[in-house]
């Protein structure tokens, strides 16, 4: 790749490659272990794939989070087994691939400008690197933690490992384009266009045999032959699994995702979207970008469009024809994706961008140069000098963008923290320190989140409950027993543990949000009996399985169109493999709208689904909240509130019995109010 150049000035571009190495991996690992702030939620993913991956898992394609190549979670792997279950063994895993990018943009312009004379071909592998190097775009998605971050890297490779095979006619290099194609699409949905751009080049280099002497059939089928062999393992999985594989495209397709009722305007707008994203209007999520910001600077963005006329220009040309298939063929996933980032989706493109901006600024300072020194103007001799301070101005100008951008304005937004789902991380970490044997509940957050599951080390036994509509304790502690209370999802649960076990306290906080801990950890001791009791006692029993101790209620009298709140105190009985569903029935005279007695009710599992019956544990006991709205037609009189159990799945009735184990009414009385006149 660096043959037709002499010794000196091989070295001398290895050390400025090894310059602009470093300066990417400055920008890629500066302040890792805090930026971003967390995971995130499709971060911690690849952190739960990786630890099962760990434990013995050898996936070839995860169906889990709507279906996702495995690559990058592999490579989680590695640095998790390395650096722990934590945020930044994500984050280096995607850091170190952005910046692996850098050299391989540079083999690939080295070996498609090898047979460009002048500028480009001393110096256009070096400006294409710098410019990913520097790219707020690339670095963005570096540092990001996602699997698309690949597409850029192998992408690159198969492209140079291609044209290196195209120009020399070497079986090696096209035996290493079928690799890197067959493992392409272990990465990212996009890469699947990859071989339609193999095919495209083979296509267009056909009409140039003289240049490209590897043009052949044979090597077309050498790639083809080993990136199907490589392809292989996943490809039985697509046929053993239909459907899944194409998930994630079907639910963002954006025919797929319009509600407009005009898919044709839906896609066309689109469109419009992705092609701006590179220059004029980037993507507006903040969790990847300052909203709006394009792909490209403006002095990038110049360089890019005078690459793209020069290209056009020069469209009879294989290469230049190959750079704008490219743009073309890697810029569809943005433009028919209705859900998400159009930068993340069009980043296949990446490497061909960097290739029109060394074109925009050496091809055209060159043509620029050559035409002045044919009509012998004075200051033709300048331009080289011109190119060069225009260039150095340009690359040093992105770099102080992109630090700006990145790292003082993107960096320092405070939403961070909610955006990369930083509490729940935290979370994840503290469960994961305390002593295997502690019982461990979670309000209102659900354990099976994977920033959870990730940092905690994937523990078992997390027991979560919604404390803005129920309360869980256990009867008896008979171990260590910490609550993770979220105070601004819930406020309930520590005023109610203080209550129940006076003997606990408050023993650490999370990370301050706003000013305050994200969550609280309320410990309480082992043989600590809780101390809940409602204010009306009604013992009942359902078939041994559930108790009920009680009920609070706020009034006995109040009129049509008020709401009754009523407060249920459980205990489990004993382990159900059932989630049974609790009824409570407001009941009265005749109905004329139900046709029977029923005039209000409020049907649910417990504690609004977050703490179903099947995950009670033996002894707990559950404070539950409930409503019935009396409605406005309600004639004044007495009504009855019961309540009861039954199956979902076929309505069935949980028989109960009372407090002497007599059977009681199906449905089983639990008070009476008064309905006064309107």
């Known amino acids: 790749m660096l043959t037709t150049l002499n010794r000196p000035q091989t070295r001398h571009k290895l050390i400025l490659l090894l310059g602009i190495t470093l300066l990417a991996a400055f920008f890629r690992f500066y302040r890792l272990d805090t930026l971003p702030p967390g995971d995130g939620y499709d971060q911690a993913w690849y952190g739960v794939d990786a630890l099962e991956i760990l434990r013995g898992a050898r996936p070839v394609y995860l169906p889990t989070n ?23 063994a994500i984050h280096v895993a995607s850091a170190l691939v952005g910046l692996l990018a850098v050299p391989a943009v540079f083999l690939m312009a ?40 690949l597409v850029p890297l192998f992408t ?43 095919v495209l080049a083979f296509l267009l280099v056909r009409l140039d045999r003289q240049k490209f002497r590897g043009a052949t059939w044979q090597g077309f089928a050498t790639v083809v032959g080993v990136s199907l062999l490589v392809f292989a393992p996943l490809g039985l999985y697509v046929v053993q699994h239909p459907g899944e594989f194409n998930q994630r495209i079907e639910q963002t397709l954006v025919l797929t995702t319009d509600e407009s009722g005009s898919p044709v305007a839906t896609l066309g707008s689109q ?8 220059n004029f209007r980037g993507d507006e999520r903040p969790l990847s970008n300052i909203p ?27 290469l230049y024809a190959f750079l704008l298939v490219w743009m073309a063929v890697m810029t569809v996933p943005a433009m028919l994706a209705g859900i998400g ?30 035409w002045a020194s044919a009509r012998g103007v004075d200051w033709a001799r300048r331009v080289p000098t011109g190119v060069a301070l225009l260039g150095l101005a340009a690359f040093v100008y992105t770099g102080v963008v992109t630090y700006r951008d990145y790292f003082l304005i993107w960096g320092r937004d405070p939403d961070l923290f909610t955006h990369f789902e930083a509490g729940r991380t935290a979370i994840g970490q503290y469960v994961g320190r305390l002593p295997a044997e502690e019982e461990v509940y979670i309000s209102p957050e659900l354990p099976d989140h994977p920033g959870i599951r990730y940092n905690s080390g994937l523990r078992e036994g997390l027991r979560s409950y919604n404390g803005r509509t129920c309360f869980v304790t256990p009867g008896q502690t008979e171990r260590s027993t910490t609550y993770v209370v979220v105070p601004e999802g819930d406020s309930n649960s520590l005023p ?17 949000h706003y000013g305050q801990p994200y969550f609280l950890a309320f410990r309480v001791p082992p043989g600590a009996t809780a101390q809940v009791t409602p204010s009306h006692g009604r013992p009942l029993t359902w078939e041994g399985q559930i108790g009920l101790l009680g009920y609070d209620l706020a009034a006995s009298a109040y009129r049509p169109g008020q709401t009754v709140q009523v407060t249920l105190y459980y205990r489990a009985l004993q382990a159900m493999e059932t989630d049974y569903t609790v009824f409570v ?14 005039w209000a009710q409020d049907d649910s599992e417990p504690c609004r689904r977050f703490y179903t019956t099947s995950t009670w544990q033996v002894g707990e006991m559950v404070r539950d909240s409930y409503s019935v709205t009396i409605p406005d037609t309600a004639p004044p009189g007495e009504y009855r509130l019961t309540l009861g159990f039954y199956d979902h799945q076929t309505q069935t009735r949980l028989a109960a019995t009372d407090a002497a184990g007599q059977p009681a009414s199906d449905e089983p009385l639990l008070t009476t109010i008064h309905v006064e006149a309107r």
């Open 585 to 598: 029935h407001l009941l009265g005279g005749p109905n004329p709208a139900t046709g029977g007695p029923l």
């Open 341 to 370: 980032p159009a930068e993340k989706r069009a980043i296949g493109t990446l490497p061909a961008v960097a290739m029109l901006i060394a074109l925009g600024l050496l091809g055209v300072g060159q043509a620029v140069y050559r």
């Open 496 to 512: 109610l543990l203080r209550s129940a076990f006076p003997q606990g306290a408050v023993v650490d906080q999370g990370p301050l």
């Open 66 to 88: 709507h279906g996702r190549e495995v690559m990058f979670s592999y490579l989680v792997a590695l640095f998790t087994a390395l650096l722990g279950a934590n945020p930044f």
């Open 156 to 198: 690159a490779l198969i492209v140079y490992t291609l044209w290196r095979g195209l120009r020399t006619g070497s079986r090696a290099a096209f035996v290493g384009c079928g690799v890197c194609l067959g493992l392409s699409l272990y990465t990212y949905q996009a890469a699947r266009l990859l071989p339609v751009l193999v």
């Open 110 to 149: 080295e070996t498609m400008f090898a047979d460009e004379d002048g500028w480009l071909r001393k110096y256009g592998g070096l400006t294409a690197a710098l410019m990913v190097a520097v790219s707020y775009w690339d670095l963005q998605w570096s540092r990001h933690g996602v699997r698309a971050i």
């Open 271 to 278: 469109v419009v979207k992705a092609l701006l994203a590179f």
């Open 292 to 318: 709006y910001r394009p792909a490209l600077n403006a002095v990038l963005s110049l360089l890019f469009f005078l690459g793209l006329g020069l290209s056009l220009r020069r469209v009879r040309r294989s």
